[in-house]
């Protein structure tokens, strides 16, 4: 199989799991403090994979110059578009951790809710499709932390949309889109980018990077702290230590 076509279906695995997080919120009562543990957990996982997977990668092939760009990049991008779409209504795209959010929250446009998914999971694709050698395979450690923040997501939005009186096919067929682009994302991210020099991989991939970093900061950890409290560092650290042990073993 042709590395490019493989680093796609890793990808559309990887963004299968909001549909999986949409099935829940959809299906089944899942208390908001489960939610919050899981988003605790996730919010480790990146920690570690950005920090042994991705930077320390960049930094090797690219040098620390584009590498610190890069990482300073994607966190202010992600921080101008996370502003820029909680004043159109996706603020709350993550607040799965939160208490249960007013009608009017979760009548937020669903155009928004989207894009901030997207926001979220192109990066992350891009990523994981770059971390998909030429002999095949993929990096484990990126698509678990992939596969574990996406379920979150997915799950507090798609409850949202059904208490804002959302169909089930609306809602799934919205997650069902952003899986299948976060799959291309991946695609074309091992297909256009295999031919770079590896100052420009770097910088692609720290920018990823920095935007994760910023992601779990400013929104995976503090909601989780909703509900999990004393506990979210503790939490946050066995999926941190999870993941390195993932890695090592790989």
Known sequence: ???????????????????LGAAAGWWLPVPAAVVAWVMAFGAGVLVSALAFELVDE?????????TSLGFLLGACAYVAANELLSRRGARHRKRSARVQPSEDEAKGSGV???????????????????????GGGVGVTVLAAVFISNVPEG???????????????????VWAG?????????????LLLDEVPPATVAVITAVAAGGILAMVA????????QRTHVLTGLITTVGFLSSFILQRWG
């Open 112 to 134: 928004a809710i989207a894009i901030g998914a997207l926001l979220d999971g192109i990066p992350e694709s891009v990523v994981l499709g770059l971390s998909v050698p030429s």
């Open 58 to 66: 960049a930094e090797r092939s690219g040098g620390l110059f584009a």
């Open 155 to 173: 799950l507090s939005s798609s409850a949202g949309m059904k208490r804002a009186g959302r169909p089930a096919s609306y809602v799934f067929g």
């Open 178 to 190: 952003i899986a299948v682009v976060c799959g291309v994302a991946a695609l074309l991210g091992r």
């Open 218 to 225: 400013d929104t995976m950890i503090p909601e989780a702290f």
């Open 1 to 19: 199989m042709a590395v490019w076509l493989e680093a796609g279906l890793w990808g559309l695995l990887a963004g299968s799991a909001l549909l």
